[in-house]
């Protein structure tokens, strides 16, 4: 006799399953493939919503550590990559990186430098520009939670052969404009 819960957990397994959510083949046609390939493709989708689930949970738990949004993390991102590359960063190139207006990227900095986790500083060569580093302690904190799992990502795909690495490519791109197509399309 299963319980409840083994029945829960069993249909949220199965939610992948196109011969659960789509039994009459409305969206997906599924009757072309033996009942081996069949699970192969719902275990691939299942790995692709496991490390989505991983991934959103730790940018959560790192976003929320040093009590910053999305936009804000991008934003250290790109400052952490331009001070690497010897690239001052002005508001300007953060704007236009993050895609949000003059306005938006100067309360983003605001905010950024209340926290502690930015320093401004007077342009090398423009006196009416501001260039924008990370501090320390922020540097620190960011490299040791997305840094160390973006190391351990970039450890995962070294290990694959380079015909892996194309199929991997090749998949997670098509993947990647299966969601940009506008529904209808099809």
């Known amino acids: 006799m299963t319980s409840d819960k083994d029945e829960a957990r069993r249909?949220?397994?199965?939610?992948?399953?196109?011969?659960?959510?789509?039994?009459?083949?409305?969206?997906?046609?599924?009757?072309?493939?033996?009942?081996e390939e069949l699970l192969?493709?719902?275990h691939v989708l299942t790995a692709i919503r496991d490390w989505r689930e991983a991934e959103q949970k730790l940018s959560f738990e790192s976003r929320s550590h040093l009590k910053?949004?999305?936009?804000?993390?991008k934003a250290l991102r790109y400052?952490?990559?331009s001070m690497n590359a010897d690239v001052a960063v002005t508001a300007g190139a953060l704007s236009e990186?993050?895609?949000?207006?003059t306005a938006s990227t100067t309360k983003l900095l605001d905010r950024l430098e209340r926290g502690?986790?930015?320093?401004?500083?007077p342009h090398p060569t423009d006196r009416r520009a501001v260039t924008v580093?990370?501090?320390e302690e922020t540097h620190r904190d960011v490299r040791r939670t997305m840094g160390v799992q973006h190391a351990r990502r970039y450890e995962v795909a070294k290990r694959l052969k380079p015909a892996e690495r194309d199929v991997v490519?090749?998949?997670?791109?098509?993947?990647?404009e299966s969601i940009a197509a506008p529904v209808g399309d099809d």
């Open 11 to 35: 249909i949220s397994g199965s939610l992948l399953d196109p011969r659960v959510i789509d039994p009459r083949q409305e969206l997906v046609r599924h009757d072309d493939l033996s009942e």
């Open 40 to 42: 192969q493709v719902v």
């Open 68 to 73: 910053l949004n999305d936009t804000d993390m």
């Open 79 to 81: 400052i952490i990559a």
């Open 97 to 101: 990186h993050l895609h949000i207006s």
């Open 116 to 121: 502690g986790h930015i320093e401004r500083h």
């Open 133 to 135: 580093s990370i501090t």
């Open 169 to 176: 490519i090749r998949f997670l791109t098509e993947l990647s």
